[in-house]
């Protein structure tokens, strides 16, 4: 079994911790008093939907289904609220594959149990029978399926691990947050000789807001805001607003073979005067991210940005807000 309990040493950073508790109503969607951190990852799954690199996915898929005998291992490490699991089972169930074993981790107790009671009821209502906690089992349907859900940080989990390697190892969205030589190097024992590392939706220095409010401020909060993704504490180490590009250079040179590599960028457009699914809310958090971050900043006007900020959400509330971030989705064999 994986490490269940053990303390998580490392810090995640200040604009990607659950920030505040749970108090948000069912249907808020404007102007946002209070934040859930899950509800945000479940608003992003639609924009990842639609962002997700489909040759690298595609490619991602094949390779899993030819990888080993059954079941085939997954690790997935900062799963947040489960959006992959549902994926990965999802392209599965039409192929030969038939018993997956799928291990969920993440830092935050909060994004386990959403991702424990989410993948339940997603299970249950695709007809499968549900049973278990930890492992969560999934029986009557095309793949037999068993979720492990781990609330622990990735480096204890992959210092304690003694179970069976993994055919693949995949991490959505979490690389920028770390030190990607330290987090592929803790992993790398994990996985089996010729296993995969999907590491998708990583963000590669480019957010982009239309219409624009006022070129200089907007220019100068996008600059501000990706310099606030370096982590000083990892000496330069955390790659931040770049982590795409470094992601795909540290793989080149490593003993990796680079199998796929292509963008992802989230890009959310209004339509009809709103937005589709949760993805109001899912601009309010990324606007709530920004406003986190740069809020005393000394290189703001303090008015100007909360004007700056008002704007950016009346924006939203008017289905008039356009959105861009450039990511980068990567596959690759392990050697
Ligand atoms: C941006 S979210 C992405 C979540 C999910 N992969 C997705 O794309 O929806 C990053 C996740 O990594 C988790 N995380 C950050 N540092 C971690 C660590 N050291 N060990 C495990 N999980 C971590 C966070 O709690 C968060 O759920």
Same mark, same amino acid.
């Given at each position: $079994?994986?490490?269940? @309990?053990?303390?998580?040493h490392?810090?995640?950073?200040?604009?990607?911790? /659950?920030?505040?508790?749970?108090?948000?109503?069912? #249907?808020?969607?404007?102007?946002?008093?209070?934040?859930?951190?899950?509800?945000?990852?479940?608003?992003?799954? +639609?924009?990842?939907?639609?962002?997700?690199?489909?040759?690298?996915?595609?490619?991602? %898929?094949?390779?899993?289904?030819?990888?080993?005998?059954?079941?085939?291992?997954?690790?997935?490490?900062?799963?947040?609220?489960?959006?992959?699991?549902?994926?990965?089972?999802?392209?599965?169930?039409?192929? /030969?594959?038939d018993?997956? #074993?799928? +291990?969920?981790? $993440?830092?935050?107790?909060?994004?386990?149990?959403?991702?424990?009671?989410?993948?339940?009821?997603?299970?249950?209502?695709?007809?499968?029978?549900?049973?278990?906690?930890?492992?969560?089992?999934?029986?009557?349907?095309?793949?037999?399926? +068993?979720?492990?859900f781990?609330?622990?940080?990735? *480096?204890?989990?992959?210092?304690?691990?003694?179970?069976?390697?993994?055919?693949a %190892?995949?991490?959505?969205?979490v690389? @920028?947050?770390?030190?990607?030589? @330290?987090?592929?190097?803790?992993?790398?024992?994990?996985?089996?000789?010729?296993?995969?590392?999907?590491?998708p939706?990583? *963000?590669?220095? %480019?957010?982009?807001?239309?219409?624009?409010?006022?070129?200089?401020?907007?220019?100068?909060?996008?600059?501000? &805001?990706?310099?606030?993704?370096?982590?000083?504490?990892?000496?330069?180490?955390?790659?931040?607003?770049?982590?795409?590009?470094?992601?795909?250079? =540290?793989?080149?040179?490593?003993?990796?073979?680079?199998?796929?590599a292509?963008?992802?960028?989230?890009?959310?457009?209004?339509? $009809?005067g709103?937005?589709?699914?949760?993805?109001?809310? *899912?601009l309010?958090?990324?606007? =709530? &991210?920004?406003?986190?971050?740069?809020?005393? =900043?000394?290189?703001? @006007?303090?008015?100007?940005f909360?004007?700056?900020?008002?704007?950016?959400?009346?924006? %939203?509330? /008017?289905?008039?807000?356009?959105?861009?971030?450039?990511?980068? $989705?990567?596959?690759?064999? #392990?050697?």
């Amino acid at each position: $079994d994986l490490a269940g @309990d053990l303390p998580p040493h490392r810090v995640v950073p200040r604009s990607h911790r /659950t920030p505040l508790p749970i108090r948000v109503p069912p #249907h808020f969607v404007t102007d946002p008093a209070t934040y859930s951190y899950p509800r945000y990852l479940e608003a992003k799954k +639609t924009v990842d939907a639609r962002a997700l690199n489909r040759r690298v996915w595609s490619r991602f %898929v094949d390779e899993l289904e030819a990888s080993s005998a059954p079941p085939v291992r997954v690790l997935e490490v900062g799963g947040g609220v489960g959006a992959t699991v549902e994926r990965v089972v999802e392209a599965l169930e039409p192929r /030969t594959t038939d018993a997956l #074993h799928y +291990t969920l981790v $993440d830092i935050e107790p909060d994004n386990v149990e959403a991702a424990r009671g989410g993948l339940r009821a997603w299970a249950e209502r695709r007809g499968y029978n549900v049973s278990g906690g930890t492992p969560q089992v999934w029986t009557g349907g095309p793949v037999e399926v +068993t979720v492990r859900f781990v609330s622990a940080d990735l *480096f204890d989990v992959a210092g304690a691990y003694e179970g069976p390697p993994h055919d693949a %190892v995949i991490a959505q969205a979490v690389l @920028d947050l770390l030190s990607i030589p @330290d987090a592929l190097g803790a992993l790398a024992p994990l996985l089996a000789p010729e296993g995969l590392w999907y590491l998708p939706i990583h *963000f590669d220095g %480019v957010t982009a807001l239309e219409p624009q409010v006022d070129s200089d401020l907007d220019a100068r909060v996008e600059r501000l &805001f990706h310099e606030s993704m370096a982590d000083p504490s990892l000496d330069g180490e955390r790659a931040g607003a770049h982590c795409g590009r470094r992601l795909l250079r =540290h793989l080149h040179d490593s003993d990796a073979a680079l199998l796929e590599a292509g963008s992802s960028d989230w890009v959310v457009v209004p339509q $009809d005067g709103g937005y589709p699914g949760d993805e109001a809310y *899912f601009l309010h958090h990324i606007l =709530h &991210f920004i406003e986190t971050e740069l809020t005393g =900043h000394p290189e703001l @006007d303090a008015e100007a940005f909360a004007e700056w900020v008002a704007t950016r959400r009346r924006q %939203v509330e /008017t289905g008039g807000l356009i959105y861009i971030a450039h990511q980068l $989705d990567a596959l690759a064999r #392990h050697r």
